[in-house]
């Protein structure tokens, strides 16, 4: 049997949670959750959760947005004997808003191919039949369930190559630009930088980008590697190299409508970002 708290209290690389999505924050029920499900979902039996925690017999987890840390809903997986299951609640009035599917998937990948339990049911009401068959469940009557090989199916995402830059300027603080309304992941701060495109090295790529997002001019030789992203989201796995440039010709500016900031590096945290930056803003830390 799996205890479904192994991974509780670990830190630094071995961090596993909060996990992380395009707009929530999941991470183990704390005392400091109680308050806000107690007022949302006064039926919930939180002492018996917490009880349930402390044996290592269940795992509930909390969804807060990542923009505003407001409470958006609650998964619990749960050891019953040799089997594993999975219940989840979205707060009234967020429903049908994608959240339940943006934290299932997280929660499948990480019960599935991280704890590596072989398999989890789920209780099946009609209303969940659609989004339980695009999660990789099979419904059997009441009950539906999924296990590692449809998980991994489901996960293996197309790989996406994008170069992005850091920006420093004559005052060393750092260039961020906001992705602007009506794009994935609308406003939420990132690095410059974008796909690159077949037969491009990511330094070309880069050059392009800055030209057409930023009206700068550089060369490939001014770009300095420096690390690498690497993240899956829902649909593809982002590989991302990073480079730092010092040197370029032209005025910054924003020429696809975007918002940009300079911003020292110890203010890096004060803007919210894609899942896959926020892992460089430690490297930057250290580097400037």
């Known amino acids: 049997m799996t205890d479904l708290t192994m991974d509780l209290g670990e830190d630094g690389c071995s961090a596993v949670f909060p996990l992380l999505t395009a707009r929530l924050r999941i991470a183990p029920l704390s ?13 919930l039996d939180l002492p018996a959760l917490r009880l349930a925690l402390e044996e290592g017999s269940a795992l509930p987890l ?9 409470l958006t ?50 209780q099946a009401p009609p209303a969940a039949a659609g989004l ?5 469940f099979v419904t059997d009557g009441a009950t539906a369930r999924i296990d590692t090989a449809a998980v991994r199916r489901l996960t293996a995402r197309r790989m996406v190559l994008v170069s992005a830059v850091v920006l420093v300027d004559a005052d060393n603080r ?13 406003g939420l701060w990132e690095f410059p930088g974008g796909k690159v495109d077949p037969g491009e090295t990511p330094e ?13 001019d550089t060369r ?11 993240h899956s ?50 490297i930057l830390e250290m580097w400037f």
């Open 31 to 43: 005392p400091a959750d109680h308050p806000a499900l107690a007022a949302a979902a006064p039926d």
């Open 62 to 70: 909390c969804l807060r947005r990542a923009d505003d840390d407001s």
């Open 73 to 122: 809903g609650l998964i619990t997986l749960t050891r019953q004997g040799g089997d594993y299951t999975l219940s989840a609640r979205i707060i009234d009035g967020l429903q049908r808003q994608g959240y339940g599917s943006e934290a299932l998937r997280a929660v499948l990948d990480y019960a599935l191919l991280t704890l590596h339990l072989p398999a989890l049911s789920v």
């Open 132 to 136: 339980l068959d695009r999660l990789g």
């Open 174 to 186: 750092i260039l961020l630009q906001q992705r602007p309304p009506g794009k994935q992941l609308a």
């Open 204 to 216: 070309q790529a880069l050059v392009r980008e800055l030209q057409e997002e930023l009206g700068i």
């Open 220 to 230: 490939s030789s001014c770009l300095a590697p420096l690390t690498f992203a690497s």
């Open 233 to 282: 989201y829902d649909d593809f796995h982002l590989l991302m190299p990073v480079y730092v440039c010092r040197q370029w010709q032209g005025q910054v500016r924003g020429r696809e409508g975007q918002t940009l900031a300079w911003v020292p590096v110890r203010k890096l945290r004060d803007y919210p970002m894609p899942p896959a930056d926020i892992p460089l803003i430690p």
